[in-house]
């Protein structure tokens, strides 16, 4: 979150200097006046891990150093660093020179005020972009950081966090149940990270992508000649997984005989290899991943009752991302940053556009339908109407109108008031009055930063 914006003029003449600050002050921005480049420079204070919170409005014609050596020497501090030059008549060739240096923008005295307050505006705007993206990027290198692993200011990920925080140091066997593409072994990963366990193996597998015999022999190891083509002992996945965690997704497709075994070891925490008689204790955490309901699964008949009440010791049900579109901004650039380094592409500059798009789509496929989308825009393929193509599977049953529009509008408040950091100049960027976002914010359930 920033920090409301300023913006630094340079101006040795007191009366241009003061009507600048006046027009923009009405406008309700912050505006300082220094009128050298030297003052300026120590007043930008540029530095490793310094972002000045604003922008540059710079004479050219200046006491000392001119506005020129200003520019050059601020972007090579901080090439973003939107700078805005006042030129005189004679300066056209100058402004020239400084929008090939870098310069945002210039302003040919005389100007009307209106005219100053436009392009403030635009630096503005890409200022902040620039710096809530830092601040992404520093926020997503703290990778020790469960806020870091499982990101997401909405309340339902705080929610998570918080549940996941207080079941990790258990011993407590564990059932996630999220939609397809939500990070259900991310938070598996999450849970065995922050366990005791953490020095063991975390061993994952599919219990929907093998054949029975196939699975207990994975699951539970065997002898060699257990049967034909065991050629020599095998340790299962539950014996390597001993001292760590063993994760079980898409556990709702286990076979009905393999449920009753898998039973048998969580009740017992035995086992014995195929083909072999020698019992062998067992001491791992069991955690077990459904996109399905285990409990009307067990009510059909489709699914051993016993077997899920045992691994429902303690639940974290993981929100579909059409419930925190607030998240989808974050979630983006996190993983466009990571696209970006992978492919060895230039990062994705800011676009509000973009956002809006991201913000309006209702994400069937979830965390990894976000995924495959930034890494496609930062490869520069994406395109199509609808904006993003679903190849995640058929779709979700469509919101209704009014769902539809209650989330888009949660969604888009939740973003502005990260981008702004208050109340009062989240209401200015909306164009709505503060008293009505104030009863939107209690509405949605929203932080508000004043």
């Not at 309340?155 to 990070?183: F, P």
């Not at 034909?228 to 095998?234: D, E, H, L, P, V």
């Not at 699964?297 to 059409?322: C, W």
């Not at 049953?397 to 888009?408: I, M």
Request: net charge neutral; charged share 25%.
């Amino acid at each position: 979150m920033t920090e409301a914006l300023k913006v630094l003029i340079v101006e040795d003449d007191p009366d241009v200097a003061l009507g600048c600050a006046q027009a923009l002050q009405l406008e309700g921005w912050q505006a300082e006046c220094v009128g050298s480049a030297e003052a300026a420079s120590k007043h930008l204070n540029l530095g490793p891990g310094s972002d000045f919170p604003g922008i540059l409005v710079s004479d050219i014609r200046l006491p000392g150093a001119d506005g020129m050596s200003l520019l050059r020497e601020t972007l090579a501090r901080d090439p973003e660093l939107p700078i805005v030059l006042i030129t005189g008549h004679g300066d056209v060739n100058l402004a020239v020179q400084a929008m090939k240096d870098g310069a945002y923008d210039f302003l040919p005295k005389p100007f009307a005020p209106e005219h100053l307050v436009a392009v403030v505006r635009r630096a503005l705007d890409k200022r902040r972009l620039v710096l809530e993206l830092r601040a992404l990027r520093r926020q997503l290198n703290g990778n020790e950081h469960l806020e870091a692993r499982l990101l997401g200011n909405s309340s339902a990920m705080r929610a998570l966090r918080e549940r996941l925080g207080a079941v990790a140091s258990s011993a407590a066997d564990v059932l996630i149940h999220g939609e397809t593409g939500t990070g259900k072994e991310l938070v598996a990963r999450c849970l065995h990270e922050r366990s005791p366990r953490r020095g063991g193996h975390f061993v994952a597998i599919n219990c929907g992508g093998m054949s029975d015999t196939l699975l207990d022999s994975e699951l539970f190891g065997h002898e060699a000649g257990a049967f034909t083509g065991a050629q020599k002992r095998r340790i299962g996945r539950i014996e390597h997984a001993q001292g760590g965690t063993l994760f079980l997704d898409e556990i709702e497709s286990m076979p009905l005989p393999m449920q009753i075994k898998l039973l048998r070891v969580l009740q017992e925490r035995s086992l014995e290899r195929l083909g072999s008689n020698t019992v062998i204790a067992i001491d791992c955490r069991v955690i077990a991943a459904s996109k399905a309901d285990l409990f009307e699964l067990a009510e059909q008949g489709q699914f051993r009752s016993d077997l899920y009440y045992r691994l429902n010791v303690a639940t974290l049900d993981l929100p579909p991302l059409r419930e925190r579109r607030e998240d989808v901004p974050l979630l983006f650039e996190h993983f466009a940053l990571q696209a970006a380094a992978r492919h060895e592409r230039q990062t994705l500059p800011p676009s509000r556009d973009r956002t809006r798009q991201l913000l309006a789509y209702d994400w069937p496929g979830n965390v990894r339908e976000l995924r495959n989308v930034a890494d496609r825009c930062v490869l520069g393929i994406e395109a199509g109407s609808p904006p993003f193509v679903n190849a995640s599977g058929p779709p979700a049953s469509p919101a209704s109108l009014a769902e539809a529009v209650d989330a888009f509008e949660r969604a888009l408040i939740a973003d502005a008031l990260r981008r702004n950091g208050s109340l009062s100049r989240t209401a200015e960027a909306l164009r709505i009055a503060k008293t009505t976002l104030h009863d939107k914010v209690r509405k949605h359930g929203l932080n508000a930063g004043d």
